[in-house]
């Protein structure tokens, strides 16, 4: 046990060394942000604004809190924002695919390495 949690520390420092992965880590906002456009991606779903502050609880932010989120994403060129055909006051957000392997080697590095799993 002790063994797991010194290497999961050292992964846990050693990926914040990277821009891309403190964008995901630096909050547990930010965490559950791109964990559920990650999740909608992998599900070759279309997820919104709204959908995502429905999905993510009021404790861990509030919807300004994830618009500036979403707003940082989409600077930093890690999330694409698009208007929806169908209704045009909604924007999806989708990872680019340099994130989304980003997102993909953060998961396997912090949540699945020690189960001998790998992230979809």
Known sequence: MQEDLTR?????VSAFNSREYSYMLISPLHFL???EIYLA???EEIINFEQLC???PRKFGSRSTVKEILKHGV?????????RAE??????????ERYKAYVRECLDILVFKN?????A
């Open 8 to 12: 999961f520390k050292d992964d846990f």
């Open 33 to 35: 942000l791109n964990i």
């Open 41 to 43: 991606n992998v599900r």
């Open 54 to 56: 429905e999905q993510i």
């Open 75 to 83: 600077e930093f060129k890690y999330l694409v924002k698009s208007v």
């Open 87 to 96: 209704d045009k006051r909604l924007r999806a957000y989708e990872h680019t």
């Open 115 to 119: 189960k001998n799993k790998k992230v």
